[in-house]
């Protein structure tokens, strides 16, 4: 009787233990790391990012390791490295800066279909330091505009 009210005071501990450490990932330790689209409210808790060679950056803002709801942005012959700055859609033409200009990326949200919905327009400023980013974007999809703040860790996608 004594070994089964331990193993359940130690079950317990385990449990109230994941559950803190859960509520502590969430958001990347940061509440204000959300993204609103079309009425709906998801929380953003990973930024991750690809370099495609002789292309440019592809970034990558998301809910959690589903990647279910977020937001993807494309640059062109700017690489993570030198990507801090504010940058405005601009599809490529003679016109277009890749100092200060993003091409093309969608909205996912599991409110809209799985390949998401591409971008026509906003802006996005990104702000690197150390091992830290912090995200913010107002991008603009024929059916509305995600509103988003991310600020945490992030990681290159491999």
Known sequence: MKNIFLILCSLLLVINCKSDDESASDNNGNANNKMSYKGNEVSLNGVEFYNVPEEG??????????????????????????????YTFHVIDQNFDPNSHFWSGSIVNHFVEALGEPLIGGEITINISGSNITVDFELETAEGTAIGHYQGSFQERG
């Open 57 to 86: 950056v592809i970034l990558y803002i998301f809910d959690d390791d589903i990647y279910y709801d977020g937001a993807q942005v494309n640059f062109r012959d700017v690489y993570f490295e030198g990507l801090d700055g504010s």
